[in-house]
């Protein structure tokens, strides 16, 4: 296995360069979540116009992947409606589950496909997952006030 | 015999194998699981081919020889540690150990030493692995105790000036880890055990960390309680020991129930067997309870203070070589005294996960993350280290290869 395969360029640059990293003050739900066999953390605000996301905003402390994962997810899932954003959620779940078998859908998950290679290290999904349970987490409660 | 990690390295099978296309294995997670000599993979395997039968159970010749080589281990592990026969309590592992010694103190009625009420006080300290703390978290919340801790210097060390305030006649437990598995930090015990003892306090050691890597002796030390796992001993997963003063597990009420652990049974009520029998019901891990004998027969053969003294030089030399390296910044003490061979540390820019996905692809293992001791590393500012962490079959060269992998890692995620 190479290495070059989990550390994509976009991830990196993701991590260095990281977006919607600053907490927006007004927000519909702050969700914390937190990776406990690492010690991840991310806090997340989400704010939602009708049923579509309008603002996402984040910070916290982990590595590379779970970063760019955030940072990607916060860009990639923002201006989507609620149903939209849990299939390419779903869509992105299925392949951190592929084991290394898909390299993922580029016209649906965009940069978030260069987090393909995680799916070859085990230990590494929960990285890759964290903000977007963060996300989903945020606008199912968000959708239920 | 001098001692020699090479030829030591030769009595583990697993250094004969590769890792991560063909590299070298370089293993600096020994404070998670230590690798086994042969002797116990054969221990274990001749158990299962040759002698298996439930011990203490059974009129026949499998059943004598499995209670025999069973008892033998017992033997072994109480020479092993300074202890008396009687006193050595077989368990699934430390974690056991520790949530047994404090359940059954859960159990003790009012009037038992062992009683804890609203006004008592559970001493334990910021360095304590989770499963020294969360044990007599709960203890605390369901007795109405108040659980109390020392602080941990910058340094890495317990501040002892609260002796005074934190030892007082309300204390009943102090549960202390004997060496701290993020910072490497050695604990001194007399000060405090006799303090605890002044006042009537009994004394719990996590020896999880000190066991595999120095002669402990349990009557020298003067403590009360003992425990550790025997995978990090070059022992089997698995089984662990709960060490306990015989006066005292004459006193301390049963934690687990059941079968074999004894004297009278009735439809309404039960009486108990002297220990060890008494904390020991069930049918045990008897492969690898005769397997960690095997084990502690291993590490006398070569001598506990050889091996400490083999760790001291390694851990001294990796000390030096990671705070020789401006980016680097070692969690724990920075000098040799009362030091063991856990290193911690961070690299400014890399995150530790990130750090051990790097190491990993050169083939050196290393831990990541909080070390189940998460109140300790937020309390020094770093939610994530990385370990290395030193054992008898380690050398010089792995230290070369992990400063080798830091640099290399160094250059990848800056590039």
Not at chain 1, 51 to 80: E, H, M, P, R
Not at chain 2, 43 to 55: I, K, M, S
Not at chain 2, 124 to 151: C, K, Y
Request: glycine share 8%.
């Amino acid at each position: 296995m190479n290495l070059d395969n989990l550390y994509q360029e976009v991830i990196l640059d993701h991590y260095k360069n990281p977006l919607n990293k600053s907490l927006a003050k007004d927000y519909d739900v702050q969700v914390h979540h937190i990776n406990p066999s690492c010690g991840d953390e991310i806090t997340l605000n989400i704010t939602l116009t009708g049923n579509v996301i309008s603002k996402i905003t984040w910070d916290g402390v982990g590595c590379s992947i779970s970063q760019a994962s955030v940072s990607i997810a916060s860009d990639l899932l923002v201006g989507k409606t609620l149903d939209v954003s849990e299939s390419i959620t779903e869509e992105f779940m299925d392949l951190m589950q592929s084991k290394g078998k898909k390299s993922g859908n580029e016209l649906v998950l965009e940069d978030a496909v260069a987090l393909a290679g995680v799916s070859q290290y085990p230990a590494r999904i929960k990285c890759a997952l964290l903000g977007w349970m963060a996300i989903k987490d945020a606008s199912m409660q968000a959708s239920n006030k | 015999m001098s001692f020699n990690p090479l030829v030591i390295r030769e009595d583990f099978p697993i250094f004969s194998r590769t890792i991560r296309d063909g590299k070298r294995l370089v293993y600096l997670d020994s404070g998670a699981t230590s690798q086994k000599p042969q002797v116990v993979i054969d221990a274990e395997v001749d158990f299962y081919r040759l002698h298996n039968a439930a011990v203490h159970r059974g009129a026949h010749q499998l059943a004598e020889e499995a209670t025999d080589l069973f008892e033998g281990a017992r033997l072994k592990i109480a020479r092993f540690l300074g202890a008396e026969v009687d006193e050595v309590i077989f368990t699934k592992g430390a974690t056991e150990s520790l949530n047994l010694i404090a359940y059954a103190m859960g159990n003790a009625a009012s009037g038992n030493r062992f009683h804890l009420k609203a006004g008592d006080r559970i001493l334990v300290s910021q360095m304590e692995h989770h499963a020294n703390l969360i044990p007599w978290q709960q203890l605390a919340a369901r007795t109405g105790a108040e659980l109390v801790w020392f602080d941990v210097t910058p340094e890495g060390r317990l501040d002892l000036s609260q002796i005074p305030t934190l030892i007082t006649a309300s204390t009943k437990v102090v549960a202390l880890t004997h060496q701290s598995n993020v910072l490497g930090t050695i604990n001194p015990l007399d000060e405090i055990v006799k303090a605890a003892h002044n006042v009537g306090a009994v004394v719990v050691l996590d020896a999880c960390q000190s066991v595999p890597h120095m002669s402990v002796d349990v009557k020298k030390f003067g403590i009360d309680f003992l425990a550790f796992s025997g995978h990090k001993a070059v022992g089997p997963t698995g089984v662990g020991i709960m060490w306990g003063r015989r006066e005292l597990l004459e006193e301390l009420p049963p934690f687990l129930t059941g079968g074999s652990m004894i004297a009278d049974v009735t439809m309404t009520s039960a009486t108990w067997a002297p220990a060890p029998a008494k904390f020991e019901s069930g049918v045990p891990n008897m492969a690898q309870v005769i397997g960690l004998g095997v084990a502690v027969d291993y590490l006398s053969a070569i001598g506990m203070d050889s091996i400490a003294a083999h760790e001291h030089v390694l851990t001294s030399d990796l000390l030096t070589k990671l705070l020789s390296v401006e980016e680097i910044k070692v969690v724990g003490p920075h000098t040799m005294d009362s030091r063991g061979g856990a290193l911690s540390f961070t690299v400014e820019g890399i995150h530790p996960h990130d750090l051990g996905q790097f190491l990993d692809s050169q083939g050196i293992a290393v831990r990541t993350g909080h070390h189940c001791a998460w109140p300790l590393t937020r309390s020094l500012g770093v939610p994530a280290t990385t370990r290395a962490s030193l054992y008898l079959y380690n050398t010089i060269e792995d230290n070369d290869a992990l400063m080798t992998g830091i640099h290399s890692a160094m250059k990848y995620f800056r590039q």
